[in-house]
């Protein structure tokens, strides 16, 4: 048969005529001679194959040879494939937390319960809880050092020392924290020397760094706990970085658009930053101005300032040593605030600034 009898139909369903057929008496019979006169062979149902096999095919079963056909209604026998669900866009508007809320909100209390009470109990227990702290985070610091740059600063004259600089900040003021500071260094000094001096420069430096940024600068807040009112100081110190924290996180969170740092923590924001300041100078103005003897409003207002700057600092700091680290937690031991030292970032760059400010607002 010629290629006349593969006409394209018309937009109206009708064949050109050039490509008409002769005409066949109407009833099954004609239509049966139609049929006969315009398929030049039968079709062969697919029996399978690759896929690219079938979509070479000129002809298959699946569709309908004529307009016409379609036109009467005759059903499709073509396997229907079940329909793909539709992508779900997401909801606008709503954005996440980012972490457990529930859980750090819960351990956050608890966790303040324990600091208040020790605090106002008997300071030697608050002091015990700050050594408790220092040896923690030096665990999670030189843990994560080893497992991830190979780093091996050592623990033990490291937690005796900055258990020691500790108590020693607290009896004998700055000058036992400074002595107790030079002998844990060169404690990590010699303690190293009993391994092979393959790396022993990085793993001395990586000591020394974390004998200053844990135990050295947490000694700060045993200086503060050493005055006479001591107790109110550390809680002015603790409630300042709290509020500034929280502020950051509330107003970043909800109006955060501008990075603050986008290449060290992309979740901070200029929002959040402006929200630290304003909730730490107003939560400093009414410290000062209650829990504090001598303080005034105005005092509090620095004091939150430097607070709020110090906090961020330090916060950005140890993002910057989690991401060289590769990680996104030091630990895992609070549940919805990650480790010790997770919650430390912030406290231990602010306490000299506060234990300073302090003393040059109330004395010493």
């Given at each position: ?227 006479d009112d001591g107790a109110w100081r550390v809680l ?129």
């Amino acid at each position: 048969m010629n290629d006349a009898s593969w006409g394209t139909p018309s937009r109206a369903g009708q064949w050109g005529a050039a490509d008409r057929v002769p005409p066949f008496p109407a009833g099954p019979v004609g239509e049966a001679a139609v049929a006969a006169q315009t398929r030049p062979m039968p079709i062969v149902p697919d029996a399978g194959g690759d896929q690219d096999d079938r979509d070479q095919g000129a002809a298959h079963l699946g569709g309908p040879l004529f307009r016409d056909e379609r036109d009467r209604g005759e059903p499709d026998i073509r396997p229907q494939e079940p329909a793909a669900p539709a992508p779900q866009a997401p909801k606008a508007g709503k954005k996440s937390a980012g972490r457990d809320l529930r859980a750090a909100i819960g351990v956050g209390l608890g966790l303040g319960a324990v600091i208040v009470a020790s605090l106002f109990i008997y300071k030697p227990v608050f002091l015990g809880v700050i050594v408790i702290a220092v040896v923690v985070g030096l665990w999670e610091l030189t843990s994560r050092l080893a497992e991830r740059k190979g780093i091996k600063a050592p623990l033990v004259p490291l937690a005796i020392g900055g258990a020691a600089m500790t108590v020693a900040g607290y009896v004998n003021g700055s000058e036992g924290a400074w002595v107790a500071m030079a002998f844990t260094a060169l404690a990590v000094l010699v303690w190293r020397m009993t391994e092979p001096p393959d790396d022993y420069l990085k793993d001395v430096t990586a000591g020394i760094f974390a004998a200053f940024y844990v135990p050295f600068l947490a000694t700060f807040v045993a200086l503060m706990l050493a005055a006479d009112d001591g107790a109110w100081r550390v809680l002015t110190f603790l409630i300042l970085t709290v509020v500034s924290d929280t502020g950051a996180y509330a107003v970043g969170w909800r109006f955060g658009k501008r990075k603050l740092a986008p290449r060290i923590s992309p979740g901070k924001t200029r929002e959040g930053l402006v929200g630290a300041v304003l909730f730490a100078m107003a939560a400093g103005a009414l410290c000062l101005q209650y829990l504090i003897d001598g303080g005034q409003w105005w005092h509090g207002l620095l004091l939150g300032l430097a607070v709020a700057v110090s906090a961020t600092l330090g916060d950005l700091g140890e993002s910057m040593i989690k991401r060289d680290l590769g990680i996104k937690d030091m630990g895992r031991l609070l549940p919805g605030h990650g480790g010790i030292m997770d919650r430390l970032d912030s406290l231990l760059p602010t306490a000299p600034v506060v234990w300073l400010l302090l003393v040059v607002f109330v004395g010493a």
